[in-house]
């Protein structure tokens, strides 16, 4: 019988689990694996505190730091996924590859993953010029010419980014109208190295070692053109990693976990939820660290109030 059961360990499950070492909650973490999402970086150049960490680094650097505060505290399951998660008379149950282990309280950081570009040469080009992240890898493509596919406001905002080192920024938008907010496309749009090209959806990316054009279709005009490029950044939706919660949390439209921003409360009092897993607007690790951490704070407080 635990306090609290952690499930994920990326930024926000780590975090938690630190903060709940330290408050002597008798917790258990369970998570597929360390690091979460932005293990996949090739360099990590804004987790406060560190100058530079690459993403494999970055995964070990936080179960580190868990593991040497967790003592007896804190137990942890690496490696198990969890599939469900049911409420008894008062307490509730996690289940997780066949076994059950009960709790007071429950924190949710299981984050998401990107939803991937499914066309020719997108698998075969990943991390070679094609990328799912402009604030990491953005600086890498300094003085070159790069397109961002998707018209939403994760789309403008990477170009706002990508816009202070490339050359030039075409971004492509598969329908007439963009789905990010107004302003942002204005302020976007009016920068003289940006265009956007909407209607237009990807078809093949083509290149030698590394990315070199991408290849798009317009769906008004059936045309295909290639642009020469040498970066490709997809932002076409998150998939939160929620599913297992579906039948004792209500999710919204998105997959993700409504929460109180002030505590991270979900609808269901003793579950909480921190990271890319809720219905937070902005995506970063120290936002989900951030969050993890109010949630300790305010479980705390309910198992001890
Ligand atoms: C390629 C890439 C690069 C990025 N680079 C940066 C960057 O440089 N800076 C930045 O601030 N942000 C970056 N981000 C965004 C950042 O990674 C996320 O905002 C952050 O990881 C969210 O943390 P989280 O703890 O909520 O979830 P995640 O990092 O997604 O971690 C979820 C954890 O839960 C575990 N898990 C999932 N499902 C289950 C389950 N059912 N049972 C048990 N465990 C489970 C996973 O194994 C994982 O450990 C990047 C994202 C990507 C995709």
Known sequence: MYDLVIIGGGPAGVSAGIYA?????????????FGGQSTESVGIENWIGTIKISGAD??????????????????????????NITKNSENFVVEA???????KTVLITTGSTRRKLDILGAAEFENKGLTYCASCDGPLFAGQDVVIIGGGNAGFESAAQLLNYAKSVTLL???DNFKADKTTVAKVLSHPNMTAIKNAIPVSIQGNKLVESITYKNTQTG??????ISGIFVEIGLIPTTGFA???IELNQHNQIPVDPKNQRTEVEGIWAAGDSTDGLYHQNNIA???????L???????HA
């Open 223 to 228: 045309e295909e053109k290639t642009l020469p």
């Open 289 to 295: 660290a951030g969050d993890a951490v109010k949630a």
């Open 173 to 175: 938008n598969r329908s």
């Open 246 to 248: 579906k039948d004792i």
């Open 297 to 303: 704070e305010d479980i705390y407080l309910h198992i």
């Open 97 to 103: 590859g066949g076994d059950k282990y009960e709790s």
């Open 21 to 33: 070492a330290r408050k002597q909650l008798k917790t258990l973490l369970i998570t597929e694996t």
């Open 58 to 83: 970055f995964g070990k650097k936080l179960e580190e730091h868990l593991r040497a505060y967790a003592g007896k505290v804190v137990t942890i399951e690496k490696g198990k996924k969890v599939t």
